[in-house]
């Protein structure tokens, strides 16, 4: 919970930061040093007066979004790169931008993890995604230009992706459904073929939803139908109420299993999960339960299963690589809900 009160506590800030008044310079505060320094050069009529004069006036000019304030930062940078006693406060404006933009991408993230499973939500993810990736550039950037660069690219994405976590979590609750990777096959499961039951207390009398902090127990099964047949099952226990959480699978009594059935073939393949396996798209079998709320809950799995029963020692079946596994699974489905975390 503690990390849950960090982020809210950011969030404050980062929506804070934009309502500076826009009239004038940077709408956030980390090019500042800057500003106070190209003014003390100014009164001391020392170095470049007029380098120091654009650049001034650079500072200076209104910003509105954040784009805006890297577009200034980088104006900075091209004016005051080689001049004494800027490039270490590029740098750290640079860096400050960083952070905080790094900060915005987690509060995102944060924000969208109640969202049920919807087009508009996979949206969203994508673009967290590519936001993601545009600061992992910034902080591996080996040079100040460089790092400006990728914080333009970053800031450009911030309001596209901040407005569809909005309406990601504006969707009206689907049903239960899941969906998958199977090797380089995809896995969707919706419109009744999810089935589930959900004890989150050992209670006599209570009902779904209810719980308490450690004794849940969570099994789900999915099918998807066609040609071959495939399904999903996973057992969890031990689940408690702090989200997200993430439990082993193929541990005690947790347990996930994929069945593949060649009806035309007919032809049975079941796989069982085996965490002493792994490669570059499984590296731990897991289930991760992201949200419970009143009337659903949403989770994350991967994991590599092993044939359990080979149809002949010449079968080429013997693994399977299940990954990017997301379910919602629903309690109860109001009609015309809303998510209202």
């Given at each position: 919970?503690?990390?849950?009160?960090?982020?809210?506590?950011?969030?404050?800030?980062?929506?804070?930061?934009?309502?500076?008044?826009?009239?004038?310079?940077?709408?956030?505060?980390?090019?500042?040093?800057i500003a106070r320094q190209l003014t003390n050069d100014i009164a001391a009529g020392t170095g470049d007066q007029n380098t120091y004069n654009k650049a001034l006036n650079a500072y200076h000019k209104t910003s509105k979004t954040l784009s805006s304030d890297i577009n200034i930062l980088k104006s900075l940078n091209d004016l005051l790169a080689s001049e004494p006693n800027y490039p270490a406060l590029l740098s750290e404006a640079a860096f400050a931008y960083q952070n905080d933009f790094e900060v915005r991408s987690a509060v995102l993230a944060e924000q969208l993890?109640?969202?049920?499973?919807?087009?508009?939500?996979?949206?969203?993810?994508?673009?967290?995604?590519?936001?993601?990736?545009?600061l992992s550039n910034a902080a591996i950037?080996?040079?100040?230009?460089?790092?400006?660069?990728?914080?333009?690219?970053?800031?450009?994405?911030?309001?596209?992706?901040?407005?569809?976590?909005?309406?990601?979590?504006?969707?009206?609750?689907?049903?239960?459904?899941?969906?998958?990777?199977?090797?380089?096959l995809s896995f969707k499961s919706t419109k009744g073929f999810v089935t589930g039951g959900t004890?989150?207390?050992?209670?006599?009398g209570t009902a779904?939803?209810?719980?308490?902090?450690?004794?849940?127990?969570?099994?789900?099964?999915?099918?998807?139908?066609?040609?071959?047949?495939?399904?999903?099952?996973?057992?969890?226990?031990?689940?408690?109420?702090?989200?997200?959480?993430?439990y082993p699978l193929g541990v005690a009594q947790n347990s996930a299993f994929y069945d593949a059935t060649d009806v035309a073939?007919?032809?049975?393949?079941?796989?069982?999960?085996?965490?002493?396996?792994?490669?570059?798209?499984?590296?731990?079998?897991?289930?991760?339960?992201?949200y419970?709320?009143?009337n659903y809950l949403l989770g994350r799995f991967a994991f590599v299963g092993t044939n359990m029963v080979p149809s002949s020692a010449k079968d080429t079946n013997t693994l399977v690589t299940v990954s990017r596994g997301q379910f919602q699974l629903n309690f109860t489905s109001p009609p015309g809900s809303t998510n209202a975390p």
């Open positions: 919970m503690k990390m849950h009160v960090v982020i809210r506590s950011l969030l404050l800030v980062a929506i804070s930061a934009l309502a500076f008044d826009a009239s004038a310079d940077p709408i956030l505060p980390y090019q500042q040093p993890r109640p969202a049920p499973l919807s087009s508009t939500r996979t949206s969203a993810e994508k673009q967290l995604g590519k936001l993601n990736a545009a950037a080996t040079t100040t230009s460089a790092r400006i660069a990728d914080l333009k690219s970053a800031a450009a994405k911030i309001p596209t992706t901040s407005n569809t976590v909005q309406s990601a979590l504006r969707v009206k609750i689907g049903l239960s459904s899941m969906t998958a990777r199977i090797g380089n004890n989150f207390d050992s209670t006599v779904i939803g209810e719980f308490t902090p450690s004794n849940g127990v969570l099994t789900v099964s999915a099918i998807d139908n066609g040609n071959i047949v495939r399904g999903i099952q996973l057992h969890v226990e031990g689940i408690g109420t702090n989200t997200p959480a993430t073939q007919r032809r049975e393949y079941h796989f069982r999960v085996d965490p002493s396996i792994t490669n570059v798209t499984v590296t731990n079998a897991t289930v991760t339960i992201d419970i709320g009143f």
